[in-house]
């Protein structure tokens, strides 16, 4: 079975006006040859113009949310069909900061993953749990029901990523060991065989929680990690860059 193509994905959340444009561009004009996939997905609002600064580029975009619904009266929100109509192809969905913040379930999580679907963008879809429930033992249970419960079968042949993201180590500086990360991404492997055969084999699994340069390379040649799903260390090129670096 080959490995699954790793993917380097920077989450620049609420961060970035229109003078952030020259990161992106210095991430694009710094990628070397790199054996992997790299995205940077911004807020909404620099989307299109994000795609038109990295035009011609080998730096993929996408957007941090999307709505369930195709459109209609929901007041500040963004359609799968509007960030692909803006440039993206990928989708960040199920993020710990949408979960919490904003009460998202895994069946609205799994709703707007066939959302994303239809508008032809690839879903990376976070799972991870929070600090009580990993010093309950409950993290393997929270994470892998969380694969089943988010994972709708409509992404059978589809292209996606998962990405574990401890909820404890996003923005923190705290990463978990090495074979915490593994035993979790073997977890969601053997989840994602049972849900998907052997195409759930070829399913990239990133890790998301401080990964930095200094700590990238040890992360990303973890057994079952597919690459990274980067916050704050994908603001600043440089940063990204060296991540990117490790693959
Ligand atoms: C994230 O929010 O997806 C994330 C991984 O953040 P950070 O890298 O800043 O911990």
Not at 53 to 68: E, N, P, S, Y
Not at 100 to 113: F, M, N, Q, R
Request: charged share 15%; glycine share 14%.
């Amino acid at each position: 079975m080959t490995a699954p193509t790793p993917l380097i994905a920077g989450n620049w959340k609420m961060n970035g006006l229109a003078a952030a444009l020259g990161e992106a561009r210095a991430v694009a004009a710094g990628l070397g040859q790199v054996p992997g996939r790299v995205a940077l997905c911004p807020p909404a609002t620099l989307v299109d113009r994000m795609r038109q600064a990295l035009a011609g580029t080998a730096v993929a975009l996408g957007g941090q949310d999307c709505r369930a619904e195709d459109n209609g009266a929901f007041t500040g929100d963004v359609s799968a069909a509007m960030l692909a109509d803006a440039g993206a192809s990928l989708v960040i969905l199920g993020h710990s900061e949408r979960r919490a913040g904003y009460g998202e379930t895994d069946a609205l999580v799994a709703a707007k993953v066939v959302a994303a679907l239809s508008a032809g963008l690839e879903p990376i879809v976070c799972v991870g749990e929070t600090l009580e429930q990993r010093k309950a033992g409950e993290a393997l249970a929270v994470v892998t029901g969380q694969v089943r419960g988010s994972l709708p079968a409509a992404l059978a042949g589809k292209a996606f990523a998962v990405a574990y993201e401890p909820v404890w180590a996003i923005g923190t500086g705290l990463t978990p060991t090495t074979p915490e990360i593994e035993e979790v991404h073997k977890a969601i492997r053997a989840t994602l065989v049972e849900q998907f055969g052997a195409e759930g084999a070829k399913v990239p699994i990133l890790y998301g929680g401080s990964v930095k340069p200094s700590n990238a390379a040890e992360i990303l040649h973890a057994a079952e990690v597919g690459g990274a799903l980067v916050g704050g260390a994908s603001l600043k090129a440089a940063d990204f860059l060296g991540i990117i670096g490790a693959l």
